[in-house]
């Protein structure tokens, strides 16, 4: 979408708002010039007291008034039909916004960091609210006061009218040398602010490591350099808005004086009358604020086209054509109870020239339990995100029944792979909230959500806490402990059902012991869904149908715990080493 398709399509969007604007500040601008017509005819009648010009006087004075009232009346319209398409625009893009970033893969959000992202939204969108809004609303007024006045003022006096002209002449040329500047900072502006805001959201994340670190004083100096540039860059842009942007008011100030000078000239000699020189005056004044506003419309415009230029960032970013298409409900009922099989899979990062994962092969049949142990640096997360398709994999290399995952798009395989992760994040709501977001069904009864509650062995917790489920966790669920996070995330990745439930470290806050009874609860319910779990903890996958050894992206074994015990020496070695840590933790 390039920027002239933008700027049609919100149009057309708010095409009735915008006809009725246009309509009122055509009508607020031709009151505006009329009003000063009917002051002139009445102050002409003055120095006359005959009956005749005291009854015209009292009816000039009656349509002013009138026509004033009525001003008043249809700016506020003009403004409320003007305004409004802004803030719909905004809230329709952000809507535009947020659903395409959900479409876009994995490779796009490691290109632009989160904090840029959320600069675009919340900064970069201001822009251009305010161009569809206020810049619509000025630029109409400008264009129509401009146009009408200038008629009405060549009607008086022609030959005033022209050495009026002069001053602004002059002051256009000035005015479009900083209009030029203006772009080139605006756009500094805001790639500086995007910067800022990605930098503040990495030490925000990781702001544990440098409170233990000592870093402050080394991040306090970063920051500050960051702000001194946009600083910098944003005080160029205010010299130009007072240097530049105000030489519009001063032509319109040096008018007033020629109208002043010259007019009173023209009287004396007779060639024009009081009245003519009041509403000439008027005329003028009524030009001072369109001129005024043309500074404003310039920045509006320029801030409005950078937002643009932002958006499109997110707009003109390529979705897969597999994530475009969507599975029919004959497919989805199809593709239930598949094994799911991965086949030679082998992945590497594009920053990395090792092999994450090398030639990695398995199956996951309906309702088996498997386990996957492996040490840091085995590749189990890694093998965790290409399973449900966060990261690119290759073609052929993982399959559910006869299907390849990759000509699926991600929200269709997501109907049947769930992923709990050991760092669940968590919204500042209810733990009730937390756990029914992201259902499909809003209308999940409270029996069901007990129940999830139970079998995450949460429900204990849950009913010690004076508000129950609708306590709130806080940001990140700061309220709740390590375990209680990683608890709370399983009864959401339980409230609907999925064919395959990857759960990977997510209880590595908890000890061996809750770990083990949890994992034995899910078990002993969830005996019709397949379920993955990823630990370093041997204990976690004594009771799985079937464990892979994972090592350096290498499967070097396979099989139940008792066989593993007797055939890996890896395997055995791992567990011999946790049980006595376990034993001296009971010590």
């Not at 002209?165 to 900072?185: C, D, E, H, N, Q």
Request: with cysteine; aromatic share 8%.
């Amino acid at each position: 979408m390039t920027k002239t398709q933008f700027i049609v399509h919100y149009l057309k969007m708010n095409r009735k708002s915008y006809l009725l604007a246009i309509v009122f500040i055509f009508l607020v601008n031709w009151l505006q010039v009329e009003i000063p017509r009917y002051i002139q005819l009445a102050i002409d009648l003055i120095d006359d007291s005959s009956i005749e010009n005291d009854h015209n006087l009292n009816t000039y004075v009656a349509i002013v008034v009138g026509m004033s009232i009525a001003m008043v009346a249809v700016r506020i319209l003009s403004r409320v039909y003007a305004l409004n398409p802004g803030r719909i625009t905004e809230a329709s893009l952000k809507n535009t916004l947020l659903n395409k970033l959900n479409q876009l893969p994995n490779s796009f959000h490691e290109t632009f960091a989160s904090g840029r992202l959320i600069s675009i939204i919340n900064n970069d969108l201001g822009g251009i609210r305010l161009l569809f809004g206020v810049g619509f609303l000025q630029f109409f007024n400008a264009f129509l006061a401009l146009s009408l006045t200038p008629l009405w003022m060549w009607r008086i006096s022609p030959e005033l009218t022209l050495y009026s002209v002069i001053p602004i002449s002059i002051a256009f040329v000035i005015f479009r040398v900083g209009f030029k500047r203006m772009k080139v900072l605006h756009l500094e502006h805001m790639q500086r602010l995007q910067s800022l805001s990605a930098k503040l959201m990495s030490y925000l994340s990781g702001i544990d490591l440098i409170k233990s670190q000592q870093m402050s004083p080394w991040v306090l100096a970063e920051t500050e350099k960051l702000n001194q540039q946009l600083l910098q860059c944003r005080m160029k842009i205010t010299r130009i808005q007072v240097f530049f942007m105000p030489v519009l008011d001063y032509a319109n100030d040096v008018m007033k004086i020629l109208i002043l000078g010259l007019g009173g000239y023209m009287l004396m000699n007779q060639e024009l009358t009081l009245g003519e020189i009041t509403a000439f005056l008027t005329y003028s004044v009524l030009l001072a604020m369109p001129l005024m506003q043309l500074g404003r419309i310039a920045t509006i415009y320029q801030r409005g086209m950078v937002g643009i230029q932002s958006a499109q960032t997110i707009l003109n970013a390529v979705v897969p054509e597999e994530d475009q298409s969507a599975l029919s409900n004959e497919q989805v009922k199809s593709l239930q109870g598949r094994t799911f099989s991965v086949r030679n899979l082998s992945f590497r990062y594009q920053a990395e020239g090792r092999l994450i994962l090398d030639d990695v092969s398995f199956d996951i049949p309906s309702g088996r339990k498997v386990g996957i142990l492996g040490g840091i640096g085995a590749g189990k997360t890694t093998l965790v995100n290409c399973l449900n398709h966060h990261l690119d994999v290759p073609e052929g290399a993982i399959y559910l029944g006869n299907e390849d995952i990759t000509t699926f798009s991600r929200r269709d395989l997501r109907r049947y792979v769930k992923t709990i992760t050991q760092d669940p994040y968590l919204f500042s709501a209810t733990i009730e909230e937390n756990i029914r977001f992201g259902a499909s069904d809003s209308n999940i009864d409270r029996e069901h959500l007990d129940d999830v509650l139970e079998l995450s062995q949460l429900a204990s917790d849950v009913a010690r806490f004076e508000q129950g489920d609708q306590t709130l966790v806080g940001e990140k669920g700061i309220m709740l402990s390590g375990g209680q996070k990683q608890r709370l995330s399983i009864a959401r990745a339980l409230l609907e059902p999925a064919d395959l439930i990857i759960m990977d470290n997510v209880l590595s806050a908890v000890d061996y012991e809750t770990e083990r009874n949890i994992l034995q609860g899910l078990f002993s319910r969830l005996s019709n869904q397949s379920v993955l779990v990823v630990s370093h903890r041997v204990n976690a996958l004594e009771y799985m149908d079937e464990v892979i050894v994972l090592n350096e992206g290498k499967i070097i074994a396979k099989g139940d715990h008792k066989t593993l015990l007797k055939t890996c020496p890896y395997y055995l070695e791992t567990w011999q080493l946790q049980q006595n840590e376990s034993e001296a933790q009971s010590c």
